[in-house]
């Protein structure tokens, strides 16, 4: 079944609250099931990553004593989902399935970064996970890929709180105006997705 348009599916949710998984179970199922041609991946972090690795005069970021780094101009996010929407629209083509993750306090206001013709073929799933455990998986994958001898980024415990301790799920299942579910990943060994 191919659309004349990319479908975006939003996977949103705390660092570590599970969206690698989710996006590898739901195409494995679209794919079974016929559903889109082309699966994508767009996540926000690599843009994210780049401002962290060049702002040199520490403008809109800083270094953590933990190695991470910390926002310090809030503009950063709404600019970094200004930056997909644009990769979203170079991506929309027929048959594409294309999911799109970020973290974000504010999903609402997030959301209107962008432009009715994504979203009007968009469904959004966040995934409810709480904060302690995304924080321990944060901090397990980061050590993981650093003994195997990767360059890996751990989101500080500084920025994970200042960030991404409270979010506004509540109003986001409210104020949502397209397709929405959540769901519940309350345990550490990922059974529940």
């Known amino acids: 079944m191919q659309n004349s348009k990319a479908m975006y599916i939003f996977l949103l949710g705390r660092p570590g609250c599970g969206k690698s998984v989710v996006f590898k179970k739901i195409t494995d199922k679209l794919k079974a099931a016929g559903v889109g041609e082309n699966y994508i991946r767009v996540d926000d972090f690599p843009k994210l990553w780049h401002i962290f690795q060049t702002d040199k005069e520490w403008k809109r970021c800083r270094p953590t004593p933990d190695g991470g780094y910390k ?6 996010w709404d600019d970094l989902l200004v930056e997909v929407n644009k990769d979203l629209k170079e991506l929309n ?5 294309v999911f799109v993750e970020f973290s974000r306090p504010d999903y609402v206001h997030s959301l209107a970064n962008f432009t009715p013709d994504i979203m009007e073929n968009a469904a959004v799933l966040y995934i409810d996970c709480p ?11 980061h050590e993981a890929a ?3 001898g990767g360059d890996d980024h751990l989101v500080s415990r500084e920025e994970m709180e200042k960030t991404y301790l409270n979010d ?3 109003d986001l299942k409210k104020k949502c105006s397209v397709p929405f ?7 550490d060994d990922l059974s529940l997705l």
């Open 168 to 170: 506004d799920f509540e």
């Open 71 to 76: 926002v310090t101009d809030n503009t950063v």
């Open 93 to 97: 083509k027929p048959g594409g399935v």
């Open 131 to 141: 904060f302690d455990i995304c924080w321990a998986r944060n901090v397990r994958r």
């Open 146 to 148: 650093v003994a195997a």
């Open 181 to 187: 579910i959540s769901i519940e990943n309350y345990r």
